[in-house]
Nanobody, 118 residues
Framework: QVQLVESGGGLVQPGGSLRLSCAASGNIPRFYVMGWYRQAPGKQREFVAIFTMGGITVYADSVKGRFTMSRDGAKNLVYLQMDSLNSDDTAVYYC????????????WGQGTQVTVSS
């Protein structure tokens, strides 16, 4: 059974930074990649960033240049460094595992709240 556990959310002022972490455990299937998604109040869940099978990181246009996704493979940890945060980034952030050729993740974490407010 795959388990994803996020941490690091919180309240931050506009222009500030946060780093989210995701710890993956269990029997992670082959050809699955890890990514980050978010859901703002009253909106649908949306893609934020993901690792590809080719080792490239893909970002949503809305976060490109501000967010950086990284990993510690030895520890099955994935991070999302978020800089220059603004109110539009307020959302619940989810870590997810997706088979590389599917459009939607198969496994989700429980989510961590990020609130950007002065």
């Amino acid at each position: 059974q795959v388990q994803l556990v996020e941490s690091g959310g919180g309240l931050v002022q506009p222009g500030g930074s946060l780093r989210l972490s995701c710890a993956a455990s269990g029997n992670i299937p082959r050809f699955y990649v890890m990514g980050w998604y978010r859901q703002a109040p009253g909106k649908q869940r949306e893609f934020v960033a993901i690792f590809t099978m080719g080792g490239i990181t893909v970002y949503a246009d809305s976060v490109k240049g501000r967010f950086t996704m990284s990993r510690d493979g030895a520890k099955n940890l994935v991070y999302l460094q978020m800089d220059s945060l603004n109110s539009d980034d307020t959302a619940v952030y989810y870590c997810a595992l997706k088979k590389f050729d599917l459009s939607q993740p198969s496994y989700w974490g429980q989510g961590t709240q990020v609130t950007v407010s002065s």
